[in-house]
């Protein structure tokens, strides 16, 4: 539909009929060749955005479908980077797709898979940590961003690369890459990152769903830590684009009324003063960061920025 390498039609009705996580195992294939995946623009502009504020050991990008924030984190991140997401379609994309140096095409491991009996899960054995150095040989949106920089951001499953209970463990080159297959809201690590970064996930999670949210992110950064993503100005109200997403919103609406299971996908879903309200009560300290390679709107705001929620180094 969007390009020749892209998803038909009917396997985007396929897709928008199926719950999120199906969806997007769906979808996964032929991610790449749709205008749901996050543009280099506005990757590259949060690279550099990052690098001001930076470096980093350890970073996490959240919700992170065929791995495309991954490469920004490689650009920060000195130890190692992890991908977290709960489509597993998504998630094997990523890894064989992934241009960053030292990933490797290994299993992804999984969070969320039912233990065999006798096993040792995250939730017993404490926490997971970012990718080791030593390898084991195991197996459009809210109006902060489109929703889908990576994919989907609800459940999502494991660890491909980190090093903890039950998990495999994945080394590579400097920084080290793993993939977890893992539920956004229920993160199998604790305190093991220095930056999370997240791009166009939001429009994946209802208002209600922002507390437990940033807690989770609050929770698996380290004191000082720094969450990241960028916010997109709204459009003019009356606009082409104004019009085209508040549609979108109400055919979601409508279809999550009458079908089931829910696709939960909106764009304008989230408040940008709700989202910082948010932050702040999830115990961060909230900065704007203005991304100049967007320019500014007549009265002078800027078309983009990045928001650097920062957790407090004594707490």
């Known amino acids: 539909m969007f390009s020749p390498e892209g998803p038909s039609l009917r396997e985007l009705a396929v897709q928008a009929l199926s719950s999120v996580e199906r969806g997007y195992d769906l979808l996964a294939p032929k991610f790449d060749h749709t205008p749901f995946r996050t543009p280099d623009r506005v990757l590259d502009a949060v690279a550099v955005a990052l690098e001001g504020i930076g470096p980093f050991d350890d970073g996490l990008d959240l919700c992170c479908g065929t791995g495309a924030g991954v490469e920004v984190l490689a650009r920060v991140c000195r130890e190692s980077v992890t991908g977290v997401d709960f489509s597993a379609g998504m998630l094997e994309v990523a890894r064989r797709r992934s241009p960053v140096a030292g990933s490797t095409a290994l299993p992804v491991a999984d969070s969320m898979a039912r233990p065999a009996a006798g096993a040792v899960t995250p939730a017993a054995a404490g926490s997971v940590a970012p990718p080791a ?14 929703p889908a920089a990576g994919s989907a951001s609800a459940p999502a499953d494991g660890v491909a690369g980190a090093p903890s209970a039950g998990l495999p463990v994945v080394a590579s080159a400097s920084p080290r890459v793993g993939w977890v ?15 999370v970064v997240s791009f166009g996930a939001f429009g994946h999670f209802l208002p ?5 949210l940033f807690g989770q992110v609050h929770s698996v950064l380290r004191p000082g830590g720094v969450f990241a993503f960028p916010v997109l100005a709204p459009p003019r109200p009356g606009s082409p684009l104004f019009w085209t997403l508040l549609g979108f919103d109400a055919v979601m609406r409508v279809r999550n009324a009458v079908w089931r299971p829910r696709f939960v996908m909106y764009y304008r879903a989230l408040r940008f003063g709700d989202v ?31 928001i650097a929620a920062h957790r407090p180094t004594s707490e």
Do not use: K, Q, Y
């Open 133 to 146: 150095a030593d390898p084991v040989e195991l197996p459009p949106a809210d109006p902060l961003a489109p």
């Open 181 to 195: 297959r893992g539920d956004a809201r229920a993160l199998p690590f604790t305190g093991a990152f220095d930056l």
């Open 208 to 212: 209600r769903e922002l507390p437990a």
């Open 276 to 306: 910082c309200r948010e932050l702040e009560r999830a115990g961060f300290r909230v900065e704007f960061h203005a991304l100049p390679a967007f320019g500014r709107r007549g009265d002078g705001s800027p078309r983009a920025r990045m």
